[in-house]
């Protein structure tokens, strides 16, 4: 049996065909996302959503051919941003993507829009929400254009995942609570209508929230109809696809990164918690330091004339270089120090390089001690989850860390537990094949079927 899987992320959109006896990820087909709309102002960053539905209709009809008996259709996305529709599923605006910065640009008297967000969200109001409110959110998005009054009339407001998934359909918008971060009151998985009305907007309609098993419609792909499900955030699929369990401390280190653990029950603390699945939550922590700060670094010594470095890392690759110099230094010893913190996130917004020495300021020992502040970055983060340090072992997923095991054996000496890495290439793709295995084959919870899939990668050489 087959379904098709989609994720409509930040740079890409990609589809594959979800093969479940035995359950894997192929014929992976990539679409590069559309570019923001010309012309825009600056931190603006809006998308032409017919650019959007135009690169997932392309790759569905790319795979068409290798999923002709294919069941279903499951997607993932981008989570937070906006796109306002009509009750039909018509886009009424572009999509202002997460990216968008528009919120923290000063006004006339130096206060930003997100200031003014936060002077109106009370701390009750804010647990409830998940501690999700952030700048790049769909609240954030639309209290910014109910103070400008330019919400349309009987607008739905979505996430990109709900809005493709209602055009596949051609319906009204339709997501898993998942999908929208900050949006959803916890205490009852469905919409904060409370909050949106104190913040001005509670005139706006909203997606659709169905259970991950339950079809948001029927989509025709190639000529064929088949049942569309509803749109899951990419976070809580990439973790899926992780094959994450309660008690794993998940680390993912990509571009962005975040420290995750499975949570029963809502327990309010210094993280995010977000909707995951089979009922349960997510307690996250965003924004660490990760391959984005990483890269300010390779930026740095790329640029440098004159030196061996320099001429070793102007090739298309430069990681095998530095990761052989890192193991280099580390064999040597080195007292050199970074803070990764170039951009704002939960552990400050200012970076540094100190302690350097004459013997001591190399690619090497830059990127060794880069990985150093990403491990205690990691095990501060990790405290703020689970204070007691109770958790079983760690996950490791994304691409960074999967390819230096030396940054690897850093964060696991610094938290002091066993590990595993996830050997999936495709995270997303197979937490949507997760789902589509529980819809198809009844396992008990979607969980159950991410473990189902994990184990069986372990039994062909895989991580445990």
Request: hydrophobic share 40%.
């Amino acid at each position: 049996m087959k379904y098709i899987g989609l994720d409509v992320g930040s740079s890409s959109v990609k589809g594959a065909v979800l093969k479940l006896d035995p359950p894997s990820v192929g014929d992976v087909i990539r679409a590069d996302f559309p570019a923001a709309a010309p012309g825009l102002p600056p931190r603006r960053y809006e998308v032409e959503p017919g650019e959007i539905l135009a690169a997932v209709r392309g790759v569905l009809e790319s795979l068409a051919p290798a999923a002709t008996d294919a069941q279903g259709l499951f997607l993932c996305g981008q989570m937070g941003g906006l796109i306002l529709t009509d009750a039909s599923g018509r886009a009424l605006s572009r999509y202002v993507s997460w990216m968008d910065s528009r919120l923290v640009e000063p006004g006339a008297d130096g206060v930003t829009e997100f200031e003014e967000l936060e002077r109106h969200i009370s701390a009750d109001v804010r647990r409830e929400l998940g501690n999700e409110v952030r700048p790049g959110l769909t609240f954030s998005y639309l209290y910014w254009l109910a103070r400008r009054g330019e919400l349309p009339p009987g607008a739905t407001a979505a996430s990109l995942p709900e809005f493709v998934a209602g055009s596949l359909c051609g319906a009204a918008p339709a997501g898993h609570a998942c999908c929208s971060p900050g949006a959803i009151h916890l205490g009852t998985l469905d919409w904060h209508r409370d909050a949106a009305r104190e913040l001005g907007f509670g005139d706006v309609a909203w997606p659709r929230l169905l259970e991950a098993l339950e079809p948001a419609g029927t989509a025709c792909v190639a000529g064929r109809e088949l049942p569309c499900y509803p749109g899951f955030g990419d976070h809580p699929c990439a973790l899926l696809g992780a094959g994450i369990e309660e008690g794993e401390l998940s680390i993912n280190v990509s571009t962005g990164s975040q420290a995750s653990i499975v949570a029963p029950r809502h327990e309010p603390g210094p993280y995010q918690t977000r909707p995951f699945f089979d009922g349960k939550l997510l307690n996250t922590v965003t924004h660490i330091p990760a391959g984005r700060a990483l890269n300010v670094l390779v930026r740095l010594v790329t640029e440098m004339a004159g030196t061996r470095a320099a001429g070793e890392l102007s090739g298309a690759d430069p990681w095998p270089y530095i990761l052989a110099e890192a193991a280099r230094a580390e064999a040597r010893g080195s007292d050199l120090e970074t803070r990764l913190t170039f951009f704002p996130g939960p552990l400050g917004d200012r970076g540094a390089i100190s302690g350097i020495h004459e013997g001591n300021l190399t690619v090497g020992d830059l990127f060794l001690a880069a990985f150093r502040d990403m491990a205690r970055s990691y095990d501060i983060c990790a405290s703020r989850l689970c204070p007691d340090r109770s958790w079983r072992r760690v996950v490791f997923s994304g691409g960074l860390v999967a390819r230096a095991p030396l940054l690897r054996r850093e964060i696991e000496q610094k938290l002091g537990s066993p590990a595993r890495l996830a050997t999936v290439e495709e995270d997303t793709l197979t937490g949507l094949l997760a789902i589509a295995l529980a819809a198809a084959q009844g396992a008990p919870t979607v969980l159950e079927a991410a473990r189902q899939i994990r184990l069986r990668e372990a039994g062909a050489g895989g991580a445990p």
